[in-house]
C-alpha cells in the first residue's frame, strides 16, 4: 500500500469519512433524517442522512483502498466526481428545500477539495502497473 498513492489516499481518506461518519450521529440525535439544516460536527453541517452517506463512502474508499490498486484507483476516481458534482451542486443547494444532506459552506469547500484530490490521484497515478503490483504483490 505504501507504493500506491491510491492505495494510501483511499484507505486513508476511507477511514477518515467512516470516523465523521459515526461521530455525525453523535450530534444528529432528533434530527429529520432529511433535515435541510442540521447541526455542525465542528464547522460542517450534518444530518442521518448526511452520516450514512459518509459512513457508505468511507467503506467504498477504505475497502478499496485495502483491495488493489485498480480498485482504489476506480473508487477514487468515482467518489472524487461524486464529490465534484456535489460540490457544484452544493452552491446552489444552500438555503433550499432540496438541501437534504444539510450541506453548508464548509461541506461545500470539503467537498470541492476532496474531489480535486480524488480525481488527481485516481486520474494520474497509478497508471503503469505490472500484474503484480496491480494486485498488491511487490
Known amino acids: 500500500m505504501r507504493t500506491s498513492p491510491n492505495r ?3 484507505t486513508v481518506f476511507g477511514a477518515v469519512y467512516l470516523l465523521v461518519g459515526l461521530l455525525g450521529f453523535a450530534v444528529t440525535s432528533g434530527v429529520g433524517f432529511f433535515a435541510t439544516e442540521g447541526p455542525l460536527l465542528i464547522i460542517f453541517a450534518v444530518n442521518p ?3 450514512v452517506i459518509h459512513l457508505a463512502i468511507g467503506a467504498a474508499l477504505l475497502l478499496a483502498g485495502l483491495k488493489s490498486v485498480p480498485a ?3 473508487v477514487n476516481t468515482a467518489v472524487g466526481g461524486v464529490y465534484l458534482l456535489v460540490g457544484i451542486l452544493g452552491l446552489f443547494l444552500l438555503n433550499t428545500s432540496l438541501n437534504i444532506i444539510a450541506l453548508n459552506g464548509a461541506d461545500n469547500v470539503l467537498h470541492l477539495a476532496s474531489a ?3 480525481l488527481g490521484v485516481g486520474l494520474s497515478q497509478d497508471k503503469a502497473l505490472t500484474p503484480r503490483t496491480a494486485a ?3
Open 49 to 51: 442522512l448526511h452520516n
Open 72 to 74: 482504489a484507483r476506480s
Open 136 to 138: 498488491g504483490v511487490r
Open 8 to 10: 494510501l489516499i483511499a
Open 116 to 118: 480535486v484530490l480524488l
